[in-house]
């Protein structure tokens, strides 16, 4: 098993930024290949965001958050963050982390095995 918590989240003003950390832990967390962040807005399907290649470090990132949103991982420490700048409302969303034991050529949130509960990322205009 593996848990993850994610921490991070709050209330801020377009153009701020914002870090979002997800800590993993459990039993089975050596064996975790793939993680990634995903969000939903109210009212609207989890979408992903972005996501990392556990061993080799190589990132996936969203059309959306390109160029504003940066995904990297501590492998120490089991930590994944997620850096998003120039933030817009359009960005507001509970966000979750997820991992899975799976390398996956395309990350997708149907392939994750493992979710946290989610962090309140709200952006005002």
């Known amino acids: 098993q593996v848990q993850l918590v994610e921490s991070g989240g709050g209330l801020v003003q377009a153009g701020d930024s914002l870090r979002l950390s997800c800590a993993a832990s459990?039993?089975?967390?050596?064996?975790?290949?793939?993680m990634g962040w995903f969000r939903q807005a109210p009212g609207k399907e989890r979408e992903f965001v972005a996501g990392v290649t556990w061993i080799t470090g190589t990132t996936e990132l969203a059309d959306s958050v390109k160029g504003r949103f940066t995904i990297s991982r501590d492998r120490a420490k089991n930590t994944l963050l997620l850096q998003m700048n120039s933030l817009k409302p359009d960005d507001t969303a509970v966000y979750y982390c997820?991992?899975?034991?799976?390398?996956?050529?395309?990350?997708?949130?149907?392939?994750?095995?493992?979710w946290g509960k989610g962090t309140l990322v709200t952006v005002s205009s």
């Open positions: 459990g039993r089975s967390v050596s064996s975790i290949n793939t």
């Open positions: 997820a991992a899975a034991p799976t390398f996956m050529a395309t990350i997708s949130s149907r392939a994750m095995l493992y």
